[in-house]
């Protein structure tokens, strides 16, 4: 069955970086395109970037030239690295298979910016 686990989350202060990543198994990652979504509290699920396997990356507005999304194939992995992080980047970071937030999704990794 499809697993994913995320890792990398931690307290950070503004302005900080951190890396995420996430693993999967039970399917054929090199050919599944993923998605970073992240929910802070009391807000919804959002999508933040998505990884196309054959084609581009893409990010939603607040997070473009900031945070970078890469893959690992070799390993199942993919990896969000965040830079300059504001106080509305605080949230649980999920990696869900495939484009958009309806697929299976990991238990997530807690970010949290704070002064």
């Known amino acids: 069955q499809v697993q994913l686990v995320e890792s990398g989350g931690s307290l950070q202060q503004p302005g900080g970086s951190l890396r995420l990543a996430c693993v999967g198994s039970g399917f054929i990652w090199s050919q599944t395109s993923m998605t970073w979504a992240r929910q802070a509290p009391g807000k919804e699920l959002e999508w933040i970037a998505v990884t196309y396997y054959g084609g581009p990356f893409t990010y939603k507005q607040s997070v473009k030239g900031r945070f970078t999304v890469s893959r690992d194939n070799s390993n199942n992995r993919m990896f969000l690295d965040m830079n300059n992080l504001t106080l509305e980047d605080s949230a649980m970071y999920y990696c869900?298979?495939?484009?958009?937030?309806?697929?299976?999704r990991g238990p997530g990794t807690q970010v949290i910016v704070s002064a």
């Open positions: 869900l298979k495939g484009v958009g937030l309806s697929g299976p």
